[in-house]
Structure formats: structure tokens, C-alpha cells
């Protein structure tokens, strides 16, 4: 079974500073990588994803991941952050089977941008 | 862009009735949807895979009968929590796979569920 780790739980940060959120996952297989962000009141909306090729792959909003395989990890990350950047973050893993399959989440990280 | 629906977004019931939380996708077809419950503060939690025409398979530890499924067409997938419980109280959200998306799941706003 697959499993993701994130290690902070709740980050705070100024306006302007640099973001790293860690994630680790567990699984024996191929895997496609993502991370969510839900931001108050609304619904999960996909960052960012993973499947094969480069491991540096670059999301929405100046957000970028890096896939280190021999780490297990997809640590997220931003050069500046913004006070709009204020949610939760979801990484998330699914087996690589070509075909639609169930997605498990780690327990989120909550950011906090101040001004 | 693919999206998805949930109806209600809301919803209040007394504790032994049973709730329909419907999730629809409105501009694509989607043979499999997935049920995810989040309690506050925590992750989601898959609860079940809907799967088009057949029966749903549910994750370990979520009772089927208590939370039934059904997926009877292409757009619509179903979740009847029956004779709820206040334990029951949690935010439910669906989502979808669009194969214009590439294995990505869209994901619906949630179903907010309270039992009195």
C-alpha cells in the first residue's frame, strides 16, 4: 500500500519569503506525484503533478517540485511567497498502472503568508 | 476545463435519516469517481471507488452499507449515508477522473454534512 508523508504541519512565513513544504512517499512501484492546494472555502485545485520524465516540474502560480527517486520525496517550493499563497497543501501519490486510480493523500500543510 | 459538481454543498439532518450527496461531471463522461471524506484539520480520506455500471469498491474500515453508492451513469455518482450519525459529520468531497486530463482528478467544491 502507498503512503505520503508531509512533515510540516503548519508553516508560517512573511510575504516575499522562500517555500519548501517536504513530502514522502512510500511505494514499491511507479508512481505519479501531485500536490493540491485548497484555499479557504473552496475546493482542491491540482499544483502541480508528476508522472515521468523531467524531475523538476514548475505548476501554476510560480510553484515548482522536485522528484528525487532515491529520497522518495516531492518537496514543494516557491522563491516568494505571497499573501494570496495562504492554504492548505496536499501532496499526493497514485500508482502508475496507465489507468485512473485511487490517489492517497498526505495530511496536508497549512501555510500562512503574512503581510 | 473538466468540472465537477456536488449537491448540496450544505446539508443539516437529524440523527437515523439518510442524506444523498450527488456529484456530477458536467462537461465530460467519467467512468470512475471517488468518494473522500475529510474531518477538520486532516487529510482526505478515500472511503470508495464508484465505478460506472457495477458495484463500488470500498477501502477497508468504511462500511457499505452504510454508505452507499451508486453510479448509474456516465455524469452522476451518488453517496446515501444512511440513518446518519453525529460521528457521521464530516466533509465529503468527490472527484474525477477526465481523460482529457491525463489521470488528474478534478475534484468537487465538497458536501458539507451536519447530524444533529
Known amino acids: 500500500a502507498q503512503s505520503v508523508s508531509q512533515h510540516n504541519h503548519h508553516v508560517i512565513l512573511s510575504e516575499a519569503a522562500s517555500l519548501e513544504l517536504g513530502c514522502n512517499y512510500s511505494?514499491?512501484?511507479?508512481?505519479?506525484l501531485f500536490w493540491y492546494v485548497q484555499y479557504p472555502g473552496q475546493h482542491l485545485q491540482l499544483l502541480l503533478k508528476y508522472f515521468s520524465g523531467d524531475p523538476l516540474v514548475k505548476g501554476i502560480k510560480g510553484f515548482e517540485a522536485e522528484f528525487i527517486k532515491s529520497k522518495f520525496s516531492f518537496n514543494l517550493r516557491k522563491p516568494s511567497v505571497q499573501w494570496s499563497d495562504t492554504a492548505e497543501y496536499f501532496c499526493?501519490?497514485?500508482?502508475?498502472?496507465?489507468?485512473?486510480?485511487?490517489?492517497?493523500f498526505g495530511t496536508g500543510t497549512r501555510l500562512q503568508v503574512t503581510l | 476545463g473538466a468540472v465537477v459538481s456536488q449537491h448540496p454543498s450544505w446539508v443539516i439532518c437529524k440523527s437515523g435519516t439518510s442524506v444523498k450527496i450527488e456529484c456530477r461531471s458536467l462537461?465530460?463522461?467519467?467512468?470512475?469517481m471517488f468518494w473522500y471524506r475529510q474531518f477538520p484539520k486532516q487529510s482526505l480520506m478515500l472511503m470508495a471507488t464508484s465505478n460506472e455500471g457495477s458495484k463500488a469498491t470500498y477501502e477497508q474500515g468504511v462500511e457499505k452499507d452504510k454508505f452507499l453508492i451508486n453510479h448509474a451513469s456516465l455524469t452522476l455518482s451518488t453517496l446515501t449515508v444512511t440513518s446518519a450519525h453525529p460521528e457521521d459529520s464530516s466533509f465529503y468531497i468527490c472527484s474525477a477522473v477526465w481523460a482529457g486530463g491525463a489521470n488528474v482528478l478534478t475534484f468537487g467544491a465538497g458536501s458539507r454534512l451536519t447530524v444533529l
Open positions: 499526493a501519490v497514485n500508482a502508475n498502472t496507465g489507468t485512473a486510480s485511487k490517489l492517497t
Open positions: 511505494y514499491g512501484g511507479t508512481v505519479n
Open positions: 462537461d465530460f463522461q467519467a467512468t470512475t
